[in-house]
């Protein structure tokens, strides 16, 4: 559970920085279970001929660099979520079990349960990202799962249908997130309101009202979490180091509520009042977003984002 001058901190500027969130166990959990996926993506790639066979000793860095050089998507294979549109029934995502327990880890839903109370849904609006450095990137790439986030507020992010939603964002740093590899940054103070956001490149807060003044950014080592509000504006630093920078943004609701997200499938990570209703088993959660796919890659095209780029504020 957080303190209360962690809730008091929290309420006052928008966000937590927990350090320790995560245990090493379920860290290194996490990172096998993406180093054995993407052992089987570089070698699906080297039987196709498109990479050279791996050699001993070849770690997970080394796959992901000569794949991300070599212009594969290994993105989507390796995110926790579905993307936007396009969905079909060979669409890519990663649901197993490390991932599971790290989303359902009892000391993020101790701090969640501090936050918004004892009956919380896991959200499916959740990503992972893993960010190469800046200057191997395409100057084309505008993407934030590969250069630096626009400022936004997540709630700008979500569908209408979840404004009276009470939720937090935890973002997770699984390796160490500093100013130099791009870490999160956000806006201090108590935001109440939606600001204006724009469909120009990313989905982001109108230029004049992005509160560069406020910017605080918020370096954090691997297991350390930022949790924040969905009002608080919030961005990240772009990747200027040489390495890789690895995070997964969670997202938690009470209960009940809509997700603003609703076709993609929501699960009860703790309920203190039917601890029945929990979901404890990854092959369930798997089949929820199998299902899922199933589903939209039948359906059509269901937007994100309800912001319109003919707005004054987009000129
Ligand atoms: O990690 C990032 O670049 C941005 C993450 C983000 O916007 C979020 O966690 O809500
Ligand atoms: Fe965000």
Sequence with gaps: MLTESQVEFFNTNGYLVVEDLVDQ?????????????????????????KVPPPTPGMEFWDKLDIAFRGGFDWYQPFDISLPHDNITDETPMHFGPAVFSLVRSKKILDAVETLIGSEITSNPIQHVRIKPPQKAVDASEIRAHVVATDWH??????????????????????????????CLQVATGNYKEMLPHCTKKQTGIADQFIPTDK????????????????????????????GYRWSFDLRYNVTGQPTGRSHFPEFVARSRSNPENELKDWQEWRQLWSDARYRLARSEHIPQHRWDSNSPYCA
């Design 25 to 49: 166990e379920t860290l290194e959990n996490v990172r096998a279970e993406y180093s054995k996926l993407m052992d089987q993506l570089y070698a699906g790639w080297a039987a196709e001929g």
């Design 153 to 182: 507020q997540d709630m700008g992010v979500t569908l209408p249908e979840a404004d009276n939603t009470k939720f937090v964002t935890v973002w997770l740093a699984i390796t160490d997130a500093t100013i130099e590899n791009g």
């Design 215 to 242: 910017a605080t950014p918020l370096p954090v080592k691997a297991g350390g979490a930022v949790i924040f509000h969905p009002l608080t504006p919030h961005g990240s630093l772009s990747n200027n180091s040489d």
